[in-house]
């Protein structure tokens, strides 16, 4: 492993710009190329599993209930994979188990193709899942350490594009293709993305910043990653503050976005179509949050940037649940959006410089995806309260988990920007 590791003295040198640096090397942008497109592959698969779910569901006869397990189980997998992986790439490196999680991905992405009932189709979501879940923490550290720190904010941000690339690409696509090429047809187009990433990982070589640390301590077992988490009192405050903002991340982001469409239609009476519209609005305006959030956190600092979205956040929810006039909710929902989704474009750089080398991905993996798990039951949460009370009553009440997020920003996020990473 450690001559795999070596690179030449040149190498090393368009690895990454030391802190302060502002130089962008050809490594730099083929590093934040492969981890945007693996991150658009995450995206791109989870939303055309939803797309795909009746067709599956008649040509394999399947229940209500198993058709969700499908979408559980792919979670429950991605949560696995990341954690797992995080730990793996900080002890082995991150393009090589970037590699493996492609791979794993899309093999068992395409077996999904010709499964011929619901528990092989379940063994192959689930572990095509364990391959999904390193993308976006390896990804993150990834860029993060090959760009200079005075950018980092910003190709996190990038990196971060690449989701909602993949959820826009699959709402386009998938209506289009599905009819024509059915379910198992899309299965193997989803594989194309991480064909495409797996190509350009094959082209890199580790960051420098890890290769240091590696040559420095070679032999450090990937369990000490999870002990660098709650290594001292500081650094587990920190911890607990970004399990928050990623738990009230992914609540929010599911709670409005698996329901938007239910609320949109028995608000207002919109058509599948037209609700299809209001959404892609939404989707739009979160785009241009994250790409902005990038640009804010570079210029101003993280902590003022991530607060300022979280106030944001607080009045759009409030004021988009109250409004009736459809073309005003148009233009509300993209800036709703802008605010909700926009911080995604922060935890890559917040979480990179908040952690040593040693744990840096692990950090990503094992914190993101506490909170994706958390976050998983915000459509269960909205659903309850839409039930009991009304769906404007359910989003509305989104908005003091912004404010909870506004609290822990103050009191347990340090600003960091600038610092070198260790």
């Known amino acids: 492993m450690e001559a795999n590791l070596k690179t030449s003295s040149a190498q090393?040198?368009?690895?990454?710009?030391?802190?302060?640096?502002?130089?962008?090397?050809?490594?730099?942008?083929?590093?934040?190329?492969?981890?945007?497109?693996?991150?658009?592959?995450?995206?791109?698969?989870?939303?055309?599993?939803?797309?795909?779910?009746?067709?599956?569901?008649?040509?394999?006869?399947?229940?209500?209930?198993?058709?969700?397990a499908l979408v559980t189980w792919t979670l429950i997998g991605a949560v696995a994979g990341g954690i797992?992986?995080?730990?793996?790439?900080?002890?082995f490196g991150r393009v090589r188990m970037l590699t493996w999680t492609i791979l794993l991905f899309a093999v068992f992405t395409g077996l999904c193709a010709l499964a011929q009932g619901f528990w092989d189709l379940l063994v192959y979501?689930?572990?095509?899942?364990?391959?999904?879940?390193?993308?976006?923490?390896i990804g993150m550290a990834l860029a993060a350490e090959a760009w200079p720190a005075s950018r980092r904010a910003r190709v996190s941000s990038y990196v971060a594009l690449g989701w909602q690339t993949g959820v826009l690409a699959a709402a386009l696509l998938t209506p289009l293709l599905l009819m024509s090429i059915g379910w198992r047809g899309m299965f193997l187009v989803g594989v194309l993305p991480a064909l495409v990433a797996w190509v350009l990982r094959n082209k890199l070589h580790e960051p420098e910043v890890f290769v240091r640390r590696t040559d420095r301590a070679p032999q450090r077992g990937s369990s000490n990653a999870f002990r660098l988490l709650v290594k001292d009192a500081r650094t587990t405050r920190v911890s607990l503050g970004i399990v928050i903002l990623c738990s009230v991340q992914n609540f929010g982001y599911y709670g409005i976005m698996i329901w938007l469409p239910t609320f949109l239609s028995q608000k207002l009476g919109f058509s599948l179509t037209k609700s299809g519209l209001w959404t892609a609005a939404t989707v739009i305006g979160m785009m241009f949050g994250v790409w902005a959030f990038g640009q804010l956190a570079d210029r101003i600092g993280r902590r003022p940037t991530f607060l300022l979205y979280q106030a944001g956040a607080v009045v759009m929810v409030i004021v988009y649940s109250q409004l009736t006039d459809p073309a005003v909710m148009l233009f509300a929902g993209a800036f709703m959006g802008m605010f909700v989704n926009g911080m995604v474009g922060g935890y890559g750089t917040l979480m990179s410089e908040a952690y040593p080398t040693a744990a840096r991905a692990t950090a990503q993996n094992v914190l993101w995806n506490i909170g994706r798990a958390i976050g998983g039951l915000g459509p269960l949460v909205v659903g309850a309260l839409a039930t009991r009370y009304s769906f404007q009553f359910a989003i509305a009440l989104l908005a003091s988990l912004y404010v909870l997020d506004m609290i822990a920003t103050r009191f347990l996020i340090p600003e960091l920007k600038g610092a070198e990473l260790e």
Do not use: C, N
């Open 12 to 68: 090393r040198a368009g690895a990454s710009g030391k802190a302060g640096d502002d130089v962008v090397t050809p490594y730099a942008w083929k590093a934040l190329a492969g981890s945007a497109i693996g991150y658009a592959m995450d995206g791109f698969d989870l939303l055309i599993l939803g797309f795909m779910l009746p067709a599956i569901t008649i040509g394999l006869h399947l229940t209500a209930g198993q058709a969700g």
């Open 84 to 91: 797992i992986f995080g730990a793996l790439s900080d002890r």
């Open 125 to 137: 979501r689930t572990i095509a899942g364990i391959g999904l879940g390193g993308e976006f923490g």
